[in-house]
């Protein structure tokens, strides 16, 4: 199947899609666009923002199509041999999970733009991209076609899926190689920054990130950074980020350097190391799982740890993250009504970080309670092995068991088989902390790395527009035990130095 992509008038906000296919014999063959994009668990409504559909045969005559369902266009194909379709994607939401085109860049997210034929997801495409006249980039994770200008091959459409485009007249800040591989950092509107250091950064955190895997699955990567907003989506050799040198500056490097690890350990976590469900996916109507607190969850998780690892965050720091999440957790009301499982599939319902609004205290946020539970797993596998396992062995394992030599996700039995042969015990209190809303024993599983943690209440007081509103709130202040055992220290140590 073959794409091309032009952008004539970008101030219009359209871009404009013809594919040339040569069906097989058969009555007619339906195009689908998806509905969502994986990475972004929601329903997107994408194929509402296609208009001026056409197809033509190969002497030209126009075909009569009709629509099928939410997703579906029916096009008669007998005796055709070559069809040429032809579509406009309108873009009204400059956003991560949307394609954006305005007067001075294009983003693809290529779930909103390119059909696939019903029941041939496993079909190669090509994909050329024709720029605006004024434009001279285009940036991707896909490879490129040798000697056909801004063309590029994907070996199916799940892969093209995976592969977002940025076009326009972009920066591409100087790559760098881990064990021979190139990382590439290209984006729209960057901005002033310290661009060295923040090169610098990233490749200390691609290299510690890697190390804690022990292996690199992938070619070349690219960090796309698409401008400022919010948000970013991870890929198998890319991830799109929400950038700018004002951002950067202004969140601070910490927080900027945490999303990109985080992004970036997700090519690990989720991408790879995934649950069953989660690939192969159902383009169509989501693709549902209760590991989310595996896949968002754990990655927050282990922001902190590779930063520390990476020489770019404090050993403090790390407690004063955990302090927070733990606050954040237990502090809102919603930890009594929704368990991490149900936050997991639910999210596709609740929104990226549960309900909004009068409902806000019904949900939870894996984000936020999945790193919390992510600690009490590494600190209660350090202490049941003497520290000689962590959390890190169930991700390798993970990575190597079901990635690398089954090509598939894991099951929720088959992860807690790989926890419980790690930690050489099935840890059935902490999956109560996953499959009820149980209160997590703090004091217990931070007593193992010999840290005390405050869990009483405590009056605070906000002054916010001259009202002082005072309320009744948990501590959790995280500090070292006064007499630690030896096993309490070397779990302490092990653990705060972030991974290998
Ligand atoms: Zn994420």
């Given amino acids: 199947m073959k794409y091309v992509v032009s952008m004539e008038d970008p101030a219009s ?21 998806p509905d969502w994009t994986p990475g972004y668990y929601q329903l997107m409504n994408y194929a509402d923002n296609v208009a001026e559909f056409s197809v033509k045969d190969s002497d030209g005559n126009a075909l009569e199509w009709k629509r099928s369902g939410k997703t579906g266009w029916v096009i008669p194909t007998k005796a055709v041999k070559r069809l040429t379709v032809e579509y406009d994607v309108k873009t009204t939401r400059k956003f991560v999970a949307t394609s954006y085109l305005d007067a001075e ?20 495409a090509e994909v050329t991209i024709v720029p605006y006249k004024e434009w001279d980039r285009v940036a991707t994770g896909l490879d490129s076609i040798a000697k056909k200008r801004f063309s590029y091959s994907a070996p199916d459409f799940d892969i093209l899926y995976d592969s977002p485009f940025l076009i326009g007249n972009l920066e591409e800040l100087p790559a760098f190689e881990v064990k021979g ?3 590439r950092f290209i984006g729209y509107k960057l901005g002033e920054f310290d661009k060295a250091k923040l090169m610098s950064d990233i490749r200390k955190i691609v290299e510690k990130a890697s190390a804690l895997i022990g292996d690199i699955p992938y070619k070349h990567y690219t960090f ?10 991870e890929h198998l050799n890319s991830t799109t980020i929400s950038f700018s040198g004002e951002q950067l500056n202004a969140r601070g490097w910490d927080g900027m350097l945490g999303f990109i690890t985080h992004e970036y350990f997700h090519h690990y976590n ?10 192969p996916f159902d383009y169509e109507n989501g693709s549902r799982t209760n590991m989310l607190w595996v896949s968002e969850g754990l990655t927050v998780y282990y922001e902190p740890l590779i930063m520390k690892a990476a020489g770019l965050y404090t050993t403090d720091k790390m407690l004063e993250f955990f302090k927070n999440q733990i606050s954040n957790v237990e502090n809102k009301p919603g930890r009594l009504h929704q368990s991490l499982a149900q ?31 992510g600690l009490l797993f590494d600190f209660a596998i350090r202490h049941e092995t003497q520290n000689k396992k962590s959390l890190d ?18 099951t929720e039995n088959e992860l807690r088989e790989t926890i419980a042969k790690v930690a050489g015990n099935p840890l059935e209190e902490l999956f109560s902390y996953i499959y009820t809303t149980a209160e997590p024993d703090y004091k217990k599983y931070l007593g193992y790395a010999g840290l005390d943690i405050d869990t009483s209440p405590k009056e605070i007081s906000e ?12 501590a959790f202040t995280i500090t070292p035990m006064d007499n630690p055992t030896e096993l309490q220290k070397a779990i302490f140590a092990g653990w705060s130095k972030g991974g290998e």
């Fill in 13 to 33: 906000h359209t871009f404009h899609v013809t594919l040339d296919y040569k069906p097989e014999k058969s009555d007619s063959l339906v195009l689908k666009m």
């Fill in 105 to 124: 860049h294009g983003y693809i997210t290529p779930a909103s733009v390119f059909m696939y034929v019903d029941q041939k997801i496993k079909t190669p």
């Fill in 181 to 183: 591989i190139p990382h």
């Fill in 224 to 233: 796309i950074a698409i401008g400022p907003g919010q948000g970013g989506i």
């Fill in 270 to 279: 989720v991408k790879r190391i995934r649950p069953v469900e989660l690939g």
């Fill in 343 to 373: 936050a997991s599939a639910q999210t596709w319902s609740d929104g990226p970080f549960g309900r909004t609004g009068d409902e806000v205290n019904k949900t939870i946020s894996v984000y936020q309670k999945g790193p919390v539970v």
């Fill in 393 to 410: 062995n169930v991700m390798r394992k993970l990575y190597n068991d079901f990635y690398k030599k089954k090509n598939r996700g894991f």
């Fill in 463 to 474: 002054t916010k527009d001259g009202v002082t509103v005072k309320r009744i709130e948990k």
